[in-house]
């Protein structure tokens, strides 16, 4: 069983950054591939980015490619998503997610984090 709680959501405006940390219970998080999705009002949660166990390979959504990159600490039961050149587009409620069945663009992940609200001002 593994818990998520996120953090690092806030009020930015349009060009600005933020951090968000994604931090784990559970002594199996670092065999587990990770993700990243969000969900704008009345719209579909989506994809934004996912790293492998071993933080060796990730995945980004291309609308976020170039400006946000993801990164894990195992050792701290965290991952990362730097978010910078943020856009209005960006604002949403973000998720970390775990342990992924199947693709791991897809949102079939068996754990998730309540998320973290990213509003970006224009």
């Known amino acids: 069983q593994v818990q998520l709680v996120e953090s690092g959501g806030g009020l930015v405006q349009t060009g600005g950054s933020l951090k968000l940390s994604c931090a784990a219970s559970g002594r199996t998080f670092f065999s587990y591939d990770m993700g990243w999705f969000r969900q704008a009002p009345g719209k579909k949660r989506e994809f934004v980015a996912a790293?492998?166990?071993?933080?060796?390979?990730?995945y980004y959504a291309n609308s976020v490619k170039g400006r946000f990159t993801i990164s894990r600490d195992n050792a701290k039961y965290t991952v990362y998503l730097q978010m910078n050149s943020l856009k209005p587009e960006d604002t949403a409620v973000y998720y970390c997610?775990?342990?992924?069945?199947?693709?791991?663009?897809?949102?079939?992940?068996?754990?998730w984090g309540r998320g973290t609200q990213v509003t970006v001002s224009s």
């Open positions: 790293i492998t166990w071993s933080g060796g390979n990730t």
């Open positions: 997610a775990a342990d992924p069945r199947g693709t791991v663009y897809g949102d079939k992940y068996n754990y």
